[in-house]
Nanobody, 117 residues
Framework: QVQLVESGGGLVQAGGSLRLSCATSKRIFSISTMGWYRQAPGKQRELVATITPGGRTNYADSVTGRFTISRDNDKNTVYLQMNSLKPEDTAVYYC???????????WGQGTQVTVSS
């Protein structure tokens, strides 16, 4: 069973920073585009950022220039550095794997990020 272990959420004031981490098995990590999604109360889950095994990144317009996704292929871990946080960034953040070579996507348990104004 593939597990994604997330950490790094918390409470921060507007303008502050947080870094999220998500670790998984080498087998799934090495073949997957890794992504971060978020879901705010009453809203649909939305894409935040993705990074391919080769390091190509993609960001939602709302976080471009403030958030940075990266991956450490030796540690099988993906990170989301979040700077200049805004109250509207408040959500549960989920880590995701996506691969043509896997039978399914996998999701982390979610980590709460709360930004106070």
């Amino acid at each position: 069973q593939v597990q994604l272990v997330e950490s790094g959420g918390g409470l921060v004031q507007a303008g502050g920073s947080l870094r999220l981490s998500c670790a998984t098995s080498k087998r799934i990590f090495s073949i997957s585009t890794m992504g971060w999604y978020r879901q705010a109360p009453g809203k649909q889950r939305e894409l935040v950022a993705t990074i391919t095994p080769g390091g190509r990144t993609n960001y939602a317009d709302s976080v471009t220039g403030r958030f940075t996704i990266s991956r450490d292929n030796d540690k099988n871990t993906v990170y989301l550095q979040m700077n200049s946080l805004k109250p509207e960034d408040t959500a549960v953040y989920y880590c995701n794997t996506n691969s043509l070579y896997a039978s399914r996507d996998y999701w982390g348990q979610g980590t709460q990020v709360t930004v106070s104004s």
